[in-house]
């Protein structure tokens, strides 16, 4: 049993933990990912780890309620016990080299993006950040980001908070506007990831981007997390749990991965009332 | 006395009940078929019987206690040699190992070995509470990477010698492809459990949701005091045809469709772990996981269950056993014959109807054994212009899986074959000075009780290895 050290509410779909997990503390970088389970029987999710505590051996993960399983994970309180948690999986984010990096997160994936931005900002890189919220009340880590970014420019989808738009906008202005970056990293809804890297295509900037597919096991075994990959005008199958969750953007078919996304749809949409009916007799 | 030519039958389910459930579908020897069973045996001088057997299981000594009733008797000498009685009983292929030898069986059917096998385990379960003796420990700690059947026989073995053992599992649940991959229909989670608990008393320690080659290498394991490592890691990887539509929803690997159902329990009724349950599945492959699948489909309410392999039923390297009960059970064989495409709905007009990429169809092509291949199999060929497509909800691809490669990316100096299975020498010695392997790791997939072999002859050379140090 895994215990939740610290707790904090960014918003009001969006929660931190710290989970005591030495060993994945100890091991885990940037990119990579754990898996958890919150309750005997319960299912297995992945989640990709927001930053270590290496003095008290914590885990700190970042997740929104969107189904199930996050809402009873989102029940869990300071010094309540998570059933399984292991970790550090999938490959830590290339970050080596890197000297000028936009860093574009949107939504809770600015959970993840956060630490990429430190990383980097701790190598000495130039970083900017472009981060993107559907409005005022879901922006999370502001504060954070502003500590590690040269430049920080936040999004909001209608124009309560900051600029009025999508990330995609000022990427556009600054790579039109003869900017150039060694990379963009982006990490967000399938959706937005997409359009980043059709956004940069025209100016042939490397992008990475971090997949989070349905998963079981994260080492390989289930390959449910498979993603084709157009490599060099050829198919091929990649596991995001193992050679993963980072990828080339421009290799990723999205169109499918959107698709795969959506295969339990039904099932998680009436697994998420039930809990939450539940919950109505507890509340 | 004349002998009965015919081993006794096994009770099991009646097929269209069982095909509804998930309990055992073999229900096991009654005390007087047991004895009458072992009445057969001709306790003959040169036991060929236990050549046959991988880890040497003192049959005609067991089966001769069956005869006098000391059920605990026999069950004592099974477990000098075997840790997983109740399990080999279960899934043990005897009829090309144990019984494939009885001198019985020249004249008559054999003895049904695995059969009192597995009563003798099972009424040891039953009855005894005896608390196996811990060894005095001897001063030296070994570690075992995967906690599957070679996992758990080598720590057994070695526990019982006194060494101090830990078993670092990386799924949240010990036993391996014991609680992943083989359903609770054939081997009840119970028995693993059990199984698992008797190790735990002998002093092994079981660490779940550690990932070896992620939370701790190789290397640190030795740091952490351990003096030798044991590598079973399995034969994890699934493999794929890499034909169009295999990326659509629906089409899951034999790994995937079977962890949900055994591990994530996504039999129940409501489970937190989804799994497409009902409509036509296909299940493609010919070996004991691809009938696995496709009863387990059954099982969770398909209304019609295809297996589709490529070449005739002589060649189904599933036990016949279990193709006769899936063949029971009522799933269909598509023999000779090979999939093309799988087919998925497309409506142009609405890219958001929600029922775009599912699976509608398998494209398979007949096919006919032509030239043997280098093991002598016939190859098959396809039939030019003679595909045809199956009306299907979800395919499983059952054609095999490949050794993880997270251990041998991550310790150096592992050697590893063209196929990613660790290189042993005949006593499980890697090529890394004090690691071992075995099982599905080393020899690819194979069978619970290779594996255990495998784990059993690293676990002397271990000792041998130590005890000299």
Known sequence: ?283 | MAINPKKHEMPTQPPLERAKNFREVALGYSREIAVKEAQRCLNCKNKPCVEGCPVNIRIPEFIARVKEEDFEGAYDIISTTSSLPAVCGRVCPQETQCESKCTLGIKFEPVGIGRLERFVADYHNEHSNKIPQKAEYNGHRVAIVGSGPSGLTCAGDLAKKGYKVTVYEALHTAGGVLVYGIPEFRLPKSIVKKEVETLKALGVDVETNVVIGKTLTVDELFEMGFEAVFIGSGAGLPNFMNIPGEALKGVYSANEFLTRSNLMKAYLDEPDTPIMKGGKVAVVGGGNVAMDAARTALRLGAEKVYIVYRRSMEELPARKEEVEHAEEEGIEFKILCNPVEIIGYKNEQDPRDSKNGFVTGIKCIKMELGEPDEKGRRKPVPVEGSEFSLDVDVVIMAIGTSPNPLIKNTTSGLEVNRRGGIIVDEGGLTSRENVYAGGDAVTGAATVISAMGAGKIAAKSIDEFLKNK
């Open chain 1, 1 to 283: 049993m895994y215990r939740i050290v610290r707790r904090k509410d960014l918003n009001k779909t969006v929660t931190q933990m710290e989970v005591e997990a030495p060993l994945v503390a100890n091991k885990a970088k940037s990119g990579q990912f754990i898996i958890l389970r919150v309750d005997e029987d319960g299912e297995r999710i992945p989640l990709t780890i927001a930053g270590t505590n290496r003095d008290d051996g914590t885990v700190k993960i970042i997740f929104q309620i969107v189904g199930a399983t996050t809402e009873k994970l989102n029940l869990k309180r300071e010094g309540d016990f998570l059933q399984d948690f292991v970790g550090p999986l999938g490959t830590a984010t290339h970050l080596d080299g890197l000297k000028k990096v936009c860093v574009v997160g949107g939504g809770v994936g600015c959970a993840i993006a956060m630490p990429v931005a430190e990383a980097l900002h701790d190598m000495g890189a130039d970083v900017t950040s472009i981060i993107g919220f559907r409005n005022k009340d879901l922006v999370i880590l502001e504060d954070e980001f502003k500590a590690c970014s040269d430049r920080l420019i936040i999004m909001t989808d209608d124009g309560s908070y900051k600029r009025q738009g999508n990330v995609t906008v000022p990427l556009k202005e600054m790579l039109s506007g003869g900017e150039k970056f060694d990379m963009i990293i982006t990490i967000g809804p399938l959706i937005m990831m997409k359009f980043v890297v059709e956004t940069a295509r025209p100016f042939g900037t490397p992008v990475t981007v971090s997949m989070n597919p349905i998963m079981i096991d994260g080492t390989g075994m289930c390959g449910g997390c498979r993603l084709t990959l157009n490599r060099n005008g050829e198919k091929v199958t990649e596991f995001a749990c193992v050679d993963g969750p980072d990828f080339n953007g421009y290799e990723i078919d999205f169109d499918e991965a959107m698709s795969r996304g959506r295969m339990y749809f039904d099932f998680e949409r009436r697994a998420h009332e039930r809990v939450c009916n539940l919950l109505k007799g507890v509340k």
